[in-house]
């Protein structure tokens, strides 16, 4: 057994047992393994052990990446996205993770349009206000969303959030709770044609903790692939 099929063993076991102690499901949680930064070998050994779901964080490596794989894989943006780079990933991912504004909502819904389909998204926001991340903050969350259902090619699937770092992922657990509540206030809020099926929370350090408050999709990179190598 290879380094990613055992890393990858070892996580579905943590999330399955996160998953019990939640009182959860372990099938309600899926894994985005996250493969920023990491050759497409890699991907491909990955999905050859039965991973589907990967996040990718920058544009032009997820275009560069796609080519060089099979088909039947999933493919989540999960970085900050730029309006003017949309365009490049119009129907090639099956779900964006982070958008925070009407503006970059408007341009994903007309390249989706263009090619005659709809975008599944999730919002972003920032609960703990840190200015380096992205994120429509808590307040403003419901009135976003209000307008983002107005927008005939998206389709809002749920939340995502990033906590601050900390070395104990009890740290985070707020974030990963608020995250939940705020799900709810949307949920209660009865927008036609939003969802909220998806949380989107945890990483590597702290993944347990976010699937015991809820979490549906955890973005798992450097507990699959070992520590990122940058250029």
Not at 109 to 138: F, H, M, Y
Not at 139 to 149: C, Q, S
């Amino acid at each position: 057994m290879g380094e990613i099929a055992e890393h990858l063993k070892e996580i579905r076991e943590r999330i399955a047992q996160a998953a019990a102690r939640g009182g959860r499901d372990p099938e309600e949680v899926r894994l985005v393994a996250v493969s920023k930064t990491k050759p497409a070998a890699a991907v491909a050994e990955a999905f050859a052990c039965g991973q589907t779901i990967f996040g990718e964080n920058y544009v032009q490596e997820l275009v560069a990446k796609q080519p060089e794989l099979p088909g039947g894989l999933c493919w989540h943006f999960i970085g900050s996205l730029q309006s003017n780079k949309v365009r490049q990933i119009a129907g090639k991912v099956d779900l964006i993770h982070s958008v925070d504004r009407l503006s970059l909502a408007r341009e994903i819904d007309r390249q989706w349009g263009a090619l005659g389909k709809a975008c599944d998204i999730l919002v972003q926001v920032n609960i703990s206000r840190e200015e380096t991340k992205g994120g429509t903050s808590s307040e403003e969350l419901i009135g976003l969303v209000r307008e983002l259902a107005q927008l005939p090619h998206l389709r809002v699937k749920g939340l995502m959030t990033m906590p601050p770092f900390f070395d104990d992922p009890e740290g985070a657990r707020p974030y990963f709770r608020k995250l939940r509540e705020l799900a709810d206030e949307v949920r209660r809020a009865g927008i036609p044609a939003v969802e909220m099926r998806e949380l989107s929370m945890g990483m590597s350090g702290d993944f347990e903790a976010a699937i015991e408050e809820g979490a549906t999709l955890v973005r798992v990179g450097s507990a699959l692939f070992g520590e990122r190598h940058y250029h």
